[in-house]
Structure formats: structure tokens, C-alpha cells
């Protein structure tokens, strides 16, 4: 008995692969009494919340979805890990009912584990729209632990879940596995039975003597190691002389899981034949030729709805700004400082005002395509994009976030959420910043007109060139480190049927972990506001009297070797708070509009008056190429810096992109700058 369970808090451990309802589940029951965080040491994430019953207080960990208990992730490390140290009273196994043949795959390699286990078949209600029966009592008879036909969003059925919790805690009933252990004698010329000979008798942990051995079949390096470190030097021998005549091992042991789940539903599944949901339409979506248009359409549709939610939100946020005025005269009267009254204006207010923008637009991506995700369309976005995305070493989802990216990096980041992999949803995240986003616009054809005329498109065509060959670089840097070779390329074995959204579930999930986000947002984007407001502060209000105007004429001799003046690099250093208050800045530093601070956050892209033939006087046009470069590759904003730390859940990647961006901008600059300077 753990302690937990000694303390009168059961543990209950909910495992699955992607997408069975894992999540949906975690948020039924936990609410908002649950804290997201990560694992110790990992940059995975873990939820942990809990719910009461009849005086009960039962903890809930959401596992990582994965496809296996395989060390192949970093994921299915966590998930084994966490079953093997015994914490969790009860692992509550969640299968798609739609798929079963494919989802019970989990059960397969979950069977041995010495943990009391459920097994809910969610989704009940899309396979018998399907024309699926599913026999859940002959299920139950067959694997000997409680079985629940269960709809994860649908809380009114949570009783039956309830109950089987109480049973597996009463009964403790492991799962039957004397069939599935007859299927892997077949292997080899009595490899198992070797195997299985040189095993502890009571395991190791949680594993029994039969999961080891399967797991030396397959390979499993961690497995190994463990066994090493617990049987006899001469019996580990045995095992490595065992094993080096095994060639494809998991095939052969995934051969016969697949088996052994077709056995259990030869007679507990009854498919009627019937007419398939939207064919019409999924010949269309997956389409070899109009698949991908359709996608990128629907994407972009997408992308214009999520500001339907967002927009009110984002109206909001920027009524905040405006209170300025009243709390300044408020706290005026009763004597507070002026520079007390100037932080509260311009950093908590901002803050406050990038925060609210930043969650609108995220609650909008996140519902869209949280909407796409549910109802099964974001599964063939993938199929149809696999062959294109694995190029880069990613799955076909990734190209999802990248589209959106065009409107705003935040969206795009904020939509690798779909990918189930965290290199990959890195990896997509770094991609998604080399696009040019549409804040990128309002800089661009200003700077590139005024000194190119007529041949200023040219200068777009040249970014999106460079903006090609850079994804191709970004991906094989980031790539080698975030996503092993034999995980490059994604196979969708069955593609999940369609089926109505559950809006409430998929409703509660997001607005859970829209105030995590809003929450984390805020103390990021005050911490870089604050120190960026102690650069650019001054008491007269003028540019000249901040430590960034001091820092930018101090390092000019440095700058001008990637062909920035100083005032061109203040500029794209403050870019990345806010793309658009490129030309605002500019407008401080070159004409005294307005302090640095205030024309960095509220510019909006608007051109100062009389700072075109400012421009034309100061900057040459190599200069001026320098500086679209360098700031159209530059880190996208502040905002999109701290989503892409919330997605990432890893300070350590979102500096490494960080660092990243800033030295190749500035690279390109460079490189721009010398060769524009041999031919004008």
C-alpha cells in the first residue's frame, strides 16, 4: 500500500494514447482543481488534480499520451516511470471505441504491469453511430479487470466510472494475460521461455517476469539495464547471448498483441455495415491533389473565425491603456511619485493589455482548432501533409501552426497544441517563427517603397527566398536535437471517424488552460516590460536622457557592421516586444515623438510625420535592406517569445530559439548589407 492511499487519497493514473479522451476525462473530474506544471527535471507536461466522493478525496495524474510503454520518448519514459513506482493505486486505461483494434494497443503493452487497471472504451457513443456493438461484459470475462463503455465528455455517465474505481480498489485484479503469454511462446525457437527463465519469479517492481521478458524482445535498452542491475552476472550473460540472435524483435511481439486483440474482439465486437459518415466529403479531405488546397483553405478559414472569439477579448485589453489618464490623476492627487505613477501606466497596464491581447487571440486559435481537433478533420490535415512535413522531421499537423503563423506567430504557436509530440511541437514552434507574420507587413512595403519605388517587390520575393532556405537550415539544426531519425516520419494507421463535438468538454478544456496560460503570461511579459521600461525611462521624457539611447550609441561602431546604425538597431531590438513598433521607435529616436517606452508598446505601426525624408537623408539603401532583414527575421514579438514558453513549458528552448533568431538576424543583415553595398 503507498502512502497516498495510507493517507485515505487514492491515486488513480489515467493512461491512453493521443486523442482517446485522456484529457477530456481529467478535466470532468479535476475541474479547476488541478495545477499543470512539469515532470521533475522533464519539459513534459503534468496535470495533477483531484476530485471528492462520498467524503473521499481521490488525486488524479493525466499521463502523457502515448502509443506504447516503449522507452522510445520521452513521453512514454515519464508514463512508464510513473506506473512502475508504484504511486498510482489504479491505472485507468482509456481506448477509443471507434478503434479499437488500434487502440487496445496500449492495453497489449500495458498487460504484466502488476497494477490494479480499468479499462474505459470511451467514445462508445461515435462507434455506435458507426454501427459498432461492443460487448463489454464479454471484454470484462476475457481480460478479468472492470470494463466501462464510457463517454469521457458526457459527465452524467461518470457514475459507472465511479463504481469501477471502487471495484478495482476493492479487488486489486491485474489483467488476465495467460493468453497473451501463449502467443509470444510462438516466438523464435523458445527464445520467450528462455527469457522468461532468467527472470526474477516476483519481477521487478511493478514489471512481472512475463513484461520483462517482452520487453528484451523488443529491445528495450532501459529494460536492460534494469534487469542488469538485478539478476546474477552469469544469468544477465545468458540474456545478452539470448538476444543477440533476435533480429525485428517488436515486430514479432506486436505481431502477436495484434493477434491477441483480434481474439478478444472476434466475438465481443459486431460491426454492422452501413454507409460511412461525410465519405463524400473525406474523399475530398483526403484527396492526393485537393486534399492540401482544402487544408490550407480550411486553415486559413480557421484563422479568420478565431477572431471572432478573440476580437471582444482583445477590444477589451485595449481599453486598458486608456485608464492611464484617470488612476495618473488619481494618484497625482494624493502625492504618489512621478516615477511610481509612470511604471504603474506603462508596465502594469501594458502588461495587462499584452496579456488579455495575447490570451483573445489564443482562446480564438485554441477553439478553432480545438473544434477541427474534436471533430476528427485535424487527423487527415495530417495524412494528407505527412510525406510534405516529413521533410522537415515533423508529422503532418505541423503544417497547421506554420499557416497561421502568417496571420501571427502567437496563433501558431499556440496551435502546435494538436501535435502530440513536444520535439516535434518544438521543433514546428522554431519553424514557425522564420515565417513572416502579418505585423511583419506594416513595416516592409513601407521601408522597402521609399527606397527601392517600383522594385520594392522584389524585396518581398527575396524574404519569402530567404524565409525558404532558413526553414530548411532551422530544421536541420533544431531538428537533430529534438527528434530522433526513426521518428521523423508519422504513419496514421486508421484515420478516427467523424462525429459531433462535445462543446462543453471542449469548452471546459480550453478556458482550464487559457488561465494557466493567462496566469504564467503575466508574470513573463511584466518581467521583460519592467526591465525594457528601466531602459528606456527618463525623467524629461526624452530618448536621449534612457540607458538604451546610451547602450545604442556606446555600440554603434559594432552595429554598423551589420549595417545598422545605432538608431536602426534600437529599433530592431525593440522589434522583438513588438514587430510593428519598429517604425515608432524610429520615429522617437530620428524626430523626439515621444518617449522610447511608449512608442515601442503603443506605436501600432503608424509613421511618425516627416520620418520618410528623414530616412531618405540618413540611411543608405543597403542600410535600409539591413534593416528589413534584420527585423523581418528578428524574434516575432514579445508575446509570441512568452507563447512559445508556455507551449514549450522550457525556459531553456525558448532562449535557445531566442538566441537563435537574434544571431541569424543579424547574420542576414550582415550578409544583406555587403552585398547590396557591391551592386548599388
Known amino acids: 500500500m503507498n502512502a497516498a492511499t495510507m493517507t485515505g487519497q487514492p491515486v488513480i493514473a489515467l493512461l491512453g494514447q493521443p486523442n482517446s479522451g485522456k484529457s477530456t476525462l481529467f478535466n470532468g473530474l479535476t475541474g479547476a482543481r488541478q495545477r499543470v506544471g512539469n515532470w521533475p527535471g522533464k519539459t513534459v507536461e503534468k496535470k495533477e488534480g483531484y476530485y471528492v466522493r462520498d467524503g473521499i478525496r481521490y488525486r488524479v495524474t493525466d499521463l502523457p499520451g502515448t502509443y506504447s510503454l516503449s ?19 489504479v491505472v ?35 462507434a455506435e453511430a458507426q454501427g459498432k456493438r461492443i460487448d463489454a461484459a464479454r471484454l470484462e470475462d476475457k481480460l478479468g479487470i472492470p470494463v466501462i463503455p464510457f463517454v469521457a465528455a458526457d459527465r452524467k455517465r461518470y457514475g459507472a466510472f465511479f463504481e469501477a474505481v471502487d471495484r478495482a480498489l476493492k479487488e486489486k485484479k491485474r489483467i ?15 527464445i520467450y521461455e528462455n527469457l522468461l527463465a532468467l527472470m526474477p519469479e516476483a519481477g521487478i517492481g511493478n514489471y512481472s517476469a512475463p513484461w520483462l521478458a517482452t520487453k528484451l524482445i523488443e529491445g528495450d535498452t532501459a529494460i536492460l539495464d534494469t534487469v542488469k542491475n538485478t539478476v546474477e552476472a552469469e544469468a544477465y550473460r545468458d540474456v545478452e547471448t539470448i538476444l ?47 486534399g492540401k ?10 484563422l479568420v473565425a478565431s477572431f471572432i472569439p478573440a476580437t471582444p477579448i482583445m477590444v477589451l485589453g485595449g481599453m486598458i491603456p486608456r485608464l492611464g489618464g484617470p488612476i495618473a490623476e488619481v494618484l497625482s492627487s494624493i502625492g504618489v511619485s512621478r516615477i511610481l505613477i509612470d511604471l504603474i501606466n506603462q508596465v502594469v497596464l501594458n502588461t495587462l493589455y499584452f496579456a488579455v491581447a495575447m490570451i483573445g487571440f489564443v482562446l480564438g486559435v485554441n477553439l478553432v482548432f480545438g473544434f477541427l481537433e474534436e471533430v476528427g478533420y485535424m487527423a487527415r490535415v495530417s495524412y494528407i501533409f505527412d510525406g510534405t512535413m516529413a521533410r522537415l522531421g515533423l508529422q503532418g499537423k505541423s503544417v497547421m501552426p506554420l499557416v497561421v503563423s502568417f496571420g501571427c506567430t502567437i496563433g501558431g504557436a ?3 497544441r494538436v501535435i502530440d509530440s513536444w520535439g516535434q511541437r518544438v521543433l514546428t514552434i522554431a519553424l514557425a517563427w522564420v515565417v513572416p507574420c502579418a505585423a511583419t507587413w506594416a513595416i516592409v512595403p513601407v521601408i522597402s517603397s521609399l527606397f527601392f519605388g517600383a522594385w520594392a517587390p522584389l524585396v518581398i520575393v527575396a524574404i519569402f527566398l530567404v524565409a525558404g532556405l532558413h526553414m530548411l537550415i532551422t530544421a536541420r539544426i533544431f531538428g537533430s536535437k529534438l527528434i530522433r531519425q526513426e521518428d521523423r516520419a508519422g504513419l496514421i494507421m486508421e484515420l478516427p471517424p467523424y462525429h459531433k463535438p462535445r462543446w462543453k468538454a471542449l469548452l471546459r478544456s480550453i478556458l482550464v488552460r487559457t488561465w ?17 521600461w528601466l531602459l528606456t525611462y527618463s525623467t524629461s521624457g526624452n530618448p536621449d536622457a534612457s540607458l538604451l539611447y546610451r547602450f545604442g550609441r556606446a555600440i554603434e561602431p559594432v552595429t554598423i557592421v551589420f549595417g545598422l546604425t545605432w538608431q536602426t538597431f534600437l529599433a530592431y531590438f525593440a522589434s522583438m516586444v513588438s514587430k510593428e513598433a519598429a517604425l515608432g521607435v524610429l520615429g522617437s529616436l530620428y524626430l523626439g515623438a515621444g518617449s522610447l517606452f511608449t512608442a515601442t508598446v503603443g506605436s501600432g505601426g503608424k509613421v511618425a510625420v516627416g520620418l520618410e525624408s528623414v530616412l531618405l537623408a540618413s540611411l543608405t539603401a543597403p542600410a535600409a535592406l539591413a534593416f528589413i532583414f534584420a527585423v523581418t527575421f528578428n524574434a516575432p514579438c514579445l508575446m509570441a517569445i512568452t507563447s512559445t514558453y508556455q507551449e514549450t513549458r522550457s525556459l531553456k528552448w525558448t532562449l535557445r530559439i531566442l538566441g537563435y533568431y537574434v544571431s541569424t538576424s543579424l547574420i542576414l543583415a550582415f550578409l544583406v548589407y555587403r552585398i547590396a553595398n557591391l551592386f548599388m
Not at 488476465?176 to 509470444?184: G, N, P, Q, T, V
Not at 488546397?293 to 480557421?302: C, D, M, Q, R
Open 71 to 89: 522507452a522510445n520518448s520521452e513521453e512514454e519514459i515519464i508514463t512508464r516511470d510513473y506506473i512502475a513506482s508504484g504511486e498510482a493505486d
Open 92 to 126: 485507468c486505461i482509456l481506448a477509443d471505441a471507434s478503434q479499437l483494434s488500434r487502440s487496445l494497443f496500449m492495453l497489449a503493452d500495458y498487460t504484466g504491469i502488476e497494477c490494479p487497471a480499468i479499462l474505459l472504451l470511451n467514445l462508445v457513443d461515435v
Open 176 to 190: 488476465d494475460i495467460d493468453s497473451l503469454i501463449a502467443k509470444y511462446h510462438a516466438i523464435g525457437d523458445g
Open 244 to 290: 543477440s540472435s533476435i533480429q525485428n524483435g517488436a515486430l514479432h511481439t506486436s505481431g502477436c498483441k495484434f493477434q491477441w486483440i483480434d481474439e478478444l474482439l472476434s466475438e465481443a465486437l459486431v460491426q454492422k455495415q452501413g454507409k460511412p459518415l461525410l465519405s463524400r466529403f473525406d474523399r475530398l479531405a483526403t484527396h492526393r491533389r485537393w
Open 293 to 302: 488546397p482544402l487544408a490550407v483553405l480550411i486553415i486559413l478559414l480557421g
Open 414 to 416: 499556440a496551435g502546435t
Open 516 to 532: 494557466d496560460i493567462l496566469a504564467r503570461a503575466l508574470r513573463v511579459i511584466f518581467l521583460v516590460s519592467f526591465v525594457f
